[in-house]
């Protein structure tokens, strides 16, 4: 029972470093508003093309990078989402016996 642990908290912490390189991009306004976002969830980048820029007009850019960000976390949940797949694919491989597709 001991190696299987040890076997999960190693993939596991593979798992957590491949996902710290993840970076995803969200993008709203067609792309006039663009985040970055790692695979922890951090904003490392905000990008935004000047002429969405109004003073007149917060709201709407408050908006469009709402929607960017909200964008760029649901493709770092679909790449968590992929990752574990893969990981629980491997190691029910390992369980059975057999080899991970």
Do not use: C, H, W, Y
């Not at 000047?50 to 760029?72: C, H, K, R, S, Y």
């Not at 574990?84 to 080899?99: D, K, P, T």
């Amino acid at each position: 029972m001991d190696i299987l642990k040890n076997a999960l908290q190693e993939q596991m912490g593979d798992l957590q470093e491949k996902m710290e390189s993840v970076v995803v991009t969200g993008s709203a306004g067609g792309g006039m508003v663009e985040i970055d976002l790692n695979g922890r969830m951090e904003v490392s980048a905000v990008r935004l093309a000047p002429e969405i820029v109004n003073p007149d007009d917060i709201g709407m850019l408050q908006d469009l990078i709402q929607f960017a960000f909200t964008d760029a976390a649901e493709k770092v949940r679909g790449a968590v989402s992929s990752q574990m797949g893969q990981l629980v694919s491997a190691m029910s491989g390992n369980f059975s016996g057999g080899n991970a597709p």
